[in-house]
Nanobody, 115 residues
Framework: VQLQASGGGLVQAGGSLRLSCAAS????????MVWYRQAPGKQRELVAT???????NYADSVKGRFTISRDNAKNTMYLKMNSLKPEDTAVYYC??????????WGQGTLVTVSS
């Protein structure tokens, strides 16, 4: 079961980006999903969670600016990021919430926010 994050790039502070996470296989729709990020020199941190039914939760640092969503018909999860700040600069990773079904973290997608 593979996950592919995409959509990162270079954006100015205050700008927006939408990340996508495409899943292969047939377990996406019945599993909770997460977005994590890892900034240079820092530990990976949880950014947002979405349950299989669409309930969401966010880290305090992104609450009100980021929106996690999913399209189970397309096996895809999204992270819309608005009002980006330089401190949002990181590699963003998507994964299943359940550790037992993860198969690594992949390459992630780099988001760079310039001031």
């Amino acid at each position: 079961v593979q996950l592919q994050a995409s959509g990162g790039g270079l954006v100015q502070a205050g700008g927006s980006l939408r990340l996508s996470c495409a899943a292969s296989g047939n377990i996406f729709g019945r599993n909770d999903m997460v977005w994590y990020r890892q900034a240079p020199g820092k530990q990976r941190e949880l950014v947002a969670t979405i349950t299989s039914s669409g309930s969401t939760n966010y880290a305090d640092s992104v609450k009100g600016r980021f929106t996690i969503s999913r399209d189970n018909a397309k096996n895809t999860m999204y992270l819309k990021m608005n009002s980006l700040k330089p401190e949002d600069t990181a590699v963003y990773y998507c994964n299943y919430r359940a550790v037992s079904i993860r198969s690594g973290w992949g390459q992630g997608t780099l988001v760079t926010v310039s001031s």
